[in-house]
């Protein structure tokens, strides 16, 4: 793959880059993005895989963060909430709208320290903890409003004992408000995002670290170990989007001394066997004041989450711990009819949040809004802290607002539904595109066809050439996995080895076998070997 950006021939830095961006989550691939938009050449590195850390483990949500109003965070909500119909727009096959059941019942009582419950405390003592009905309807209200709503319904308040959504309750769960928020492919997002910076004339280098970064007169000197050994690079300025990694890059990377930090705070999700047969996620209240959301997951799942610990490792090391395990199936269990068990378990991830250190008491009260920090002492840097995966677009823009006064020559603000590779549809057109594509390869059954359009959108029309046969698209990897889109991923995704197939580029992992997985990871690596030393045919 090529792109636009630093030109590297023998490992001497030729042409500076307008930007050199640390990171390939979702933030550092945003940015990239709006950046070659704007006619910026950029260079991105990336340590691992695209998306490999916190952008691949969040809880799959475009969510205005209906429990961010209770900390008063109103800007973040607002922001959030206007993103929502407009990611909608620009990527429809791996967005869609969802609707949310958020159970009430007048014996829970909520133990939290927001700004909203020490108000409530003291108008309302006799509430003794509990979020009254009315409170959470203004809130929604809320939700509603601020974002200047169109594509998705309004709230509306259901019965419990009569509509589908109560079958899989408890009894003692007899109302519900129902309000609307959308799904995303959040790994998939990432890989659009780069896909799309590329196109524009970016270079984006996976599974390249960034050794060293420092100031020489008006420019970065960028050393990076690659696939390719050491590389030297050049930019005018400078991106950390290290995500987890941010404050790492500060002081190791560009050896810069600084106060500015990260909270780490670790969210842990489960994934179960399928608890619920609508199409609807449930909004549960814990009595500790955390809410978590159990969400119908690739057709045959329940994906139950997130958790919020302080995490003190390194953030590679997060994992599920059994406590957090077993707190989401407590939590999930005070609503369910039926207990959900660790037997119910098929599949656990977790990632950690780089918080900005605000110095918030608890994980949970830590903002979640992002944080921009410029740093003017010579050439640019820009370090960015935090974020949510639903303002990723509106933190790229506004990490180009604080860039641009060095770049005159840059372009305006152009994102805003502009859709992503394969989502040149509209918004309610997936059915019709299944359509034509089970029409043009009439051997894919219901459910792959379903899964091609929900993954690549219009482009799945040429990831199968012009195969009539499934045998025509070489060897079954199993679970609908072919080496036809396996090749396809390899060149235009950036995929090199299973994991990033499986359990990033799609989630096909929760439905291969150990010895399938491990087929598809040899062949990868025979097949990349080959593209390098093609003498090895």
């Not at 139950?304 to 995490?311: L, S």
């Not at 506004?398 to 006064?405: R, V």
């Not at 050439?465 to 396996?486: C, H, I, R, S």
């Amino acid at each position: 793959m090529s792109g636009g950006g630093t030109q590297v021939t023998d490992g001497v830095a030729g042409v500076a880059s307008d930007l050199f961006i640390i990171g390939g989550g979702i933030n550092g691939c945003g940015i990239a993005r709006d950046a070659t938009g704007r006619g910026l050449t950029v260079t991105l590195a990336e340590q691992g895989d695209l998306a490999q850390g916190t952008s691949s483990a969040s809880t799959k949500l475009f969510h205005g963060g209906l429990r961010y109003l209770e900390y008063f965070e109103f800007r973040l909500v607002r922001e959030a909430l206007e993103e929502r119909e407009t990611l909608l727009v620009a990527m429809p096959h791996i967005s869609w709208p969802m609707r949310f059941v958020l159970p009430l019942s007048p014996d829970m009582r909520f133990e939290s320290d927001t700004p909203t419950s020490r108000l409530l405390r003291w108008v309302m003592p006799w509430a003794k903890g509990r979020r009254p009905d009315w409170l959470i309807r203004l809130g929604l209200f809320m939700y509603d409003t601020m974002g200047g709503r169109k594509i998705l319904p309004a709230t509306r308040t259901l019965d419990l004992t009569k509509d589908p959504a109560g079958k899989p309750l408890k009894q003692s769960f007899a109302k519900a408000f129902e309000y609307s928020d959308c799904w995303v492919e959040d790994s998939r997002l990432v890989v659009l995002n780069a896909r799309d910076a590329e196109k524009r004339g970016a270079r984006i280098m996976t599974r390249t670290r960034v050794v060293s970064a420092e100031r020489q007169g008006d420019l970065w000197h960028i050393t990076t170990e690659g696939p390719q050994g050491p590389q030297h690079h050049k930019a005018k300025a400078l991106v950390n989007a290290g995500g987890p990694w941010v404050e790492d890059v500060i002081r190791n990377v560009a050896r810069i001394n600084s106060s500015e930090g990260v909270r780490l705070v670790r969210g842990s999700h489960i994934v179960t066997k399928k608890l619920f047969d609508h199409d609807r996620c449930y909004f549960f209240q814990g009595t500790d004041g955390r809410i978590i959301f159990a969400i119908p997951y690739e057709q045959d799942f329940t994906l139950i989450g997130t958790t919020d610990k302080d995490h003190q490792s390194a953030p590679k090391d997060a994992k599920c711990t059994d406590e957090e395990r077993d707190y989401l199936l407590a939590f999930a269990s005070q609503y369910f009819a039926k207990p959900v068990t660790k037997d119910d378990v098929v599949w656990t991830y977790s990632g950690v949040r780089p918080l900005y250190n605000d110095g918030a008491k608890s994980a949970t009260a830590a903002t979640r809004d992002y944080v921009l920090s410029l740093d003017q002492n010579g050439a640019p840097l820009l370090n960015v802290f935090g974020g949510k995966i639903t303002t990723y677009r509106r933190l790229a823009e506004s990490a180009l607002a604080k860039l641009t006064p060095f770049f005159p020559q840059a372009k305006p603000a152009w994102t805003a539904r502009v859709a992503l590779p394969g989502g040149d549809f509209p918004h309610d057109g997936v059915a019709a595109l299944t359509a034509k594509l089970k029409a043009e390869y009439p051997f894919l059954t219901a459910y792959w066809a379903g899964r091609l359009i929900r993954a690549y959108g219009t482009e799945a029309m040429g990831i199968f050439g012009k195969a009539t046969t499934p045998e025509a698209l070489g060897q079954d990897f199993g679970a609908t996995l072919t080496e036809a889109e396996v090749r396809w991923l390899m060149s235009h995704e950036f995929a090199a080895g299973a994991a990033d197939v499986v359990w990033r580029r799609s989630k096909l992992g929760l439905r291969m076998t150990a010895d399938q997985i491990e087929r598809l990871d040899r062949f990868m690596a025979d097949t990349a070997s080959r593209a390098v030393s093609p003498a090895a045919e």
